[in-house]
T-cell receptor
Framework: AQKITQTQPGMFVQEKEAVTLDCTYD???????LFWYKQPSSGEMIFLIY??????QNATEGRYSLNFQKARKSANLVISASQLGDSAMYFC?????????????????FGKGTKLSVKP | GAVVSQHPSRVICKSGTSVKIECRSL??????MFWYRQFPKQSLMLMAT?????????EQGVEKDKFLINHASLTLSTLTVTSAHPEDSSFYIC???????????FGSGTRLTVV
């Protein structure tokens, strides 16, 4: 079963408007972290925002905010005032706590990504 | 944030040859380095985890004899693709392990094309 699900392969948004990129996750751990990354065509992975499972407030970083709904296991990324430079692939990822009994090693598990295109 | 240098950024090699990819953590010591692979239009998938001073662990389906990982120091991890074939053409990217409260830093990636 997929641990990170991004249901939107592609999204279009008008410049200066807000856009929400969906992400749902699946884990039995109580402690975990959720991340969003931006990957432009160059391939580099740019960290955008982090949300810890115990954080009560939604994370915000400039124009990025994470709409964290723990009961629904969703961690949607909201980009406000979209810019042309926001056009890229966006990946949601989760980090489970490493354990000695197999399973997570502390690496990130990525969703399939959403390609965002900002229209002028 | 952590700075990770990855080289080369792009390499084209002939089928059957080997390619070494280096990943250096410039401003901190990385005891663990994650190596991911990204095929065109797909997501990043963990290939292997290198640990300084011990053997790397490989994900299911990844041939350890083909993808040799060396983590000889706290600042350098290398991935060698041996006897490369066209199906190994991919984007390889490294990321050192960090505390979960930090955004994981990634190297700039290596785009490997095997012809």
């Amino acid at each position: 079963a997929q641990k990170i699900t991004q249901t939107q392969p592609g999204m279009f948004v008008q410049e200066k408007e807000a856009v929400t990129l969906d992400c749902t996750y699946d884990t039995s751990d109580q402690s975990y972290g959720l991340f969003w990354y931006k990957q432009p065509s160059s391939g580099e992975m740019i960290f955008l925002i982090y949300q810890g499972s115990y954080d009560e407030q939604n994370a915000t970083e400039g124009r990025y905010s994470l709409n964290f709904q723990k009961a629904r296991k969703s961690a949607n990324l909201v980009i406000s005032a979209s810019q042309l430079g926001d056009s890229a692939m966006y990946f949601c990822a989760m980090r489970e706590i490493p354990n000695l009994y197999g399973g997570s090693q502390g690496n990130l598990i990525f969703g399939k990504g959403t390609k965002l295109s900002v229209k002028p | 944030g952590a700075v990770v240098s990855q080289h080369p950024s792009r390499v084209i090699c002939k089928s059957g040859t080997s390619v070494k990819i280096e990943c250096r953590s410039l401003d901190f010591q990385a005891t663990t380095m994650f190596w991911y692979r990204q095929f065109p239009k797909q997501s990043l998938m963990l290939m292997a985890t290198s640990n300084e001073g011990s053997k790397a662990t490989y994900e299911q389906g990844v041939e350890k004899d083909k993808f040799l990982i060396n983590h000889a120091s706290l600042t350098l991890s290398t991935l060698t693709v041996t006897s490369a074939h066209p199906e190994d053409s991919s984007f390889y990217i490294c990321s050192p392990d960090r505390d979960g409260n930090y955004g994981y830093t990634f190297g700039s990636g290596t785009r490997l094309t095997v012809v």
